[in-house]
């Protein structure tokens, strides 16, 4: 992939594009860091190699399904497009190190646009010391799309993975969850500071961010995992948003934690033991223990002693 191409989609996109001197513009914002030794300017990005394992994440954000450009700052969505794969990153165990962006611009003011959405993913690369490696630009007749490919490392087998949860571990959550839609969905913090503190000091036997609703993710967590989870459903944190949102939306707050997405959190499981013995400073991301995993498969609740199956929901991509 060259650094950045700028190029119209033929036979759909109008005369306009998006003009060589953005780039221009573009290289005398992106700053130079020794991961990345070359970088915009040439035919292809050179990386300085890592110690341990490389790790790689990518996603998409279109316009009219994970935002709406003539209602949110398009700044908000080039920062949200950064952030959603540091999300990953921080599920993974990984530190982030550089970025590689694609923009499908509309035709119209695509310049402008550009420009807009730049002003977040650079202020997210700055926050989280990223290299912006390269990428690709292009202007058709549709609309706005960032994809965001993000490279980072992790120690040799160290990765945290969603197919490591035992029996018997303690399921965690990071943070108050529900109601992102209110805005948070446009900037969440990755929780990636938790993520390095966990591995310095407890052993934690699988993670997944939440994207798609707390017990959507966490069922995948287990479905990954062969395992089945036993929740105390009331002492899952309930975001002060859901309960806002709850006034109007007809569903309870708890309702809406359960299957609201893009609260980007952790869940992450590690022994109970480990889980009793946590010293790590969470004051940005308060750790809350809302179950247990256990060997049956499924999503549980006990409740004066018996046992109900609970459903999974969220975000069902595709559906």
Same mark, same amino acid.
């Given at each position: ?31 130079? &860091?020794?991961?990345? $030794?070359? #970088? ?6 050179? *990386?300085? /190699? %890592? ?120 399921? &965690?959550?990071?943070? $108050?969850? #529900? ?6 969905? *446009?900037? /969440? %913090? ?130």
């Amino acid at each position: 992939m060259r650094p950045f191409l700028v190029r119209r989609l033929s036979p759909l996109s109008r005369k306009s594009t998006v003009e060589h001197s953005f780039l221009a513009y573009l290289r005398g914002r992106c700053r130079k &860091l020794p991961q990345v $030794p070359i #970088g915009i300017g040439d035919d292809a990005a050179v *990386l300085e /190699p %890592v110690s341990g394992q490389q790790i790689a994440c990518v996603d998409q954000i279109i316009d009219g399904v994970d935002f709406i450009s003539d209602r949110h700052s398009l700044t908000d969505v080039g920062y949200k497009s950064v952030a959603i794969n540091l999300s990953d990153m921080a599920a993974m165990g990984g530190t982030p190190l550089s970025i590689l962006v694609t923009l499908s611009l509309p035709s119209m003011n695509s310049t402008q646009i550009a420009g807009q959405v730049y002003d977040g993913i650079l202020e997210a690369a700055a926050e989280f010391n990223l290299s912006i490696a390269g990428g690709d630009i292009s202007t058709y007749d549709g609309p706005l799309a960032v994809s965001v490919t993000l490279l980072g490392k992790v120690q040799e087998k160290e990765a945290f993975l969603r197919s490591g949860a035992k029996e018997g571990d303690a399921i &965690l959550v990071s943070g $108050p969850v #529900g109601g992102s839609i209110l805005g948070r969905h *446009l900037r /969440p %913090v990755p929780r990636l500071d938790l993520s390095q503190q966990l591995r310095e000091s407890v052993d934690v036997t699988s993670a997944i961010d939440i994207s798609d609703g707390l017990s959507l993710d966490l069922d995948r967590l287990c479905a990954a995992s062969g395992v089945g989870a036993e929740l105390d459903t009331e002492k899952i944190p309930i975001h002060d948003d859901a309960k806002t949102l709850a006034e109007t939306s007809g569903r309870t707050p708890f309702q809406h934690a359960w299957s609201d997405g893009e609260d980007f959190e952790l869940l992450i499981t590690m022994s109970q033991a480990d889980a009793d013995s946590i010293t790590v400073n969470t004051s940005d991301a308060p750790l809350t223990q809302i179950g247990n995993i256990v060997g049956r498969t499924g999503l549980w609740q006990r409740k004066q002693g018996k046992l109900k199956r609970l459903s999974p929901q969220g975000y069902a991509h595709g559906s």
